[in-house]
């Protein structure tokens, strides 16, 4: 049954009214019409739709709508501004790690959380980090480049 949830999104407060099993992307995309978070597998296998969840980097096409209630979400959209990039953003161009675009959405959220935690990490634990995020252009050598950079830039300001 629909029901309204309310949640911070990118640092503003909503509510989405929808059945609360729903999965987070479905609403970001369809619902509030933020589709820098892509749906690829649709299993939380490939990553496309990591976002943050209280700061922590998840799969929104297997986190339900209802397990967002009162908290805050980020998504690519609220991660940086189009005048003023996130440094991860910007080290993503520098570095060219992407081809397509259709996984950036994902590394840059799971590489933003990892730089919070970890905040210069060496190649091993970017890698790590972004196992579980694919990307079928092959751009992973120019990605952990970008991810290194942003941390020796002091990445997540």
């Given amino acids: 049954m629909a029901k309204p949830i309310s949640f911070t999104l990118n640092g503003k407060q909503v509510s989405a009214t929808a059945d609360g099993t729903r999965m987070l992307a479905y609403v970001l995309r369809e619902d509030l019409e933020l589709t820098g978070t892509k749906v690829g597998c649709g299993q939380g296998l490939c990553g496309a739709c990591t976002v943050l969840v209280d700061g922590e980097a998840v799969r929104s096409c297997s986190t339900s709508l209802a397990s967002v209630a009162g908290k805050e979400v980020t998504t690519i959209e609220g991660l940086g501004l189009a005048e003023k990039l996130h440094p991860v953003q910007e080290a993503f161009l520098d570095h060219h790690a992407f081809q397509c675009g259709f996984c950036t959405p ?12 970890t905040p210069k990490p060496d190649r091993r634990q970017v890698a790590e980090a972004l196992d579980g995020n694919l990307c079928r252009c092959g751009a992973h050598v120019r990605i952990l480049a970008a991810v290194e950079a942003a941390g020796a830039k002091g990445g997540t300001r």
């Fill in 106 to 117: 994902g590394m840059i959220l799971s590489a933003y959380a990892l730089l919070k935690k």
